[in-house]
């Protein structure tokens, strides 16, 4: 199973851009990269995956690397209710299909005013 | 619509008990996954259901933990003989298959407290 790497913590200011960087130097080529975050109490959030390609939805951007092994997730705005932890994860691929999850230690993002 | 939900919340027993977690996920939705958060760690798979078998339990830690899902919708999590390192938050999740594409939706998940 390929493994990340991330900071344990970051910080940001409320409004700015947070860039939550993620290393997959292990990845295989069919392996996605997933984000999910966790905000205290609560159980995780699916934000946003992708293969190889750029991704962006309405909460998140995702920046993948030419090469794969690395990633940065970028809240655009953020606000105090993105303070959680944030985990960078790879699919493991199995042959049935599933998606089973292996969660890191995740960076935990603390917004401040 | 309803999310996943989780019964109970919290769940305090004592050491040698028996515990029954369970887990109503979305409507329609296939996959069913367990997971194990401990403090300060991220969340660990148990368990995954694909219908009413489980199609892979290699994260049960030993043979005091079982899950069944007999209808393909509720599912059960069973301690046998709880011991205090069980003590942790249970997550249950579902997709609608089990596929690449497919996001996991997770419940509030149940604290499980042994004294």
């Known amino acids: 199973d390929a493994k990340t790497t991330q900071p344990p913590s970051m910080d940001c200011a409320e409004g700015r851009a947070a860039n939550l960087p993620c290393n997959h130097s292990?990845?295989?080529?069919?392996?996605?990269v997933y984000w999910y975050r966790q905000i205290h109490s609560q159980g995780p959030q699916y934000i946003i995956h992708?293969?190889?390609n750029n991704e962006t939805n309405e909460m998140a951007s995702l920046i993948i690397t030419e090469d794969r092994k690395s990633s940065t997730l970028i809240l655009p705005h953020a606000t105090l209710r993105d303070t959680a932890v944030y985990y960078c994860i790879v699919r493991v691929a199995f042959s049935g299909g599933y998606n089973k999850l292996i969660f890191g230690a995740g960076t935990r993002l603390a917004v401040h005013p | 619509g309803a999310g996943v939900s989780q019964t109970p919340s919290n769940k305090v027993t004592e050491k040698g008990k028996y515990v029954e977690l369970r887990c109503d996920p979305i409507s329609g939705h296939t996959a069913l996954y367990w997971y194990r958060q401990s403090l300060g760690q991220g969340p660990e798979f148990l368990i995954y259901?694909?219908?009413?078998?489980?199609?892979?339990d290699s994260g049960l830690p030993n043979d005091r933990f079982f899950a069944v899902r007999p209808e393909g919708s509720v599912s059960t999590l069973k301690i046998q003989r709880t011991e205090r390192g069980d003590s942790a938050v249970y997550l249950c999740a579902s997709s609608l298959g089990g596929g690449d594409s497919y996001e996991q939706y997770f419940g509030p998940g149940t604290r499980l407290t042994v004294t």
């Open positions: 292990t990845i295989s080529g069919n392996e996605y």
């Open positions: 259901f694909q219908g009413t078998g489980a199609a892979d």
């Open positions: 992708g293969l190889k």
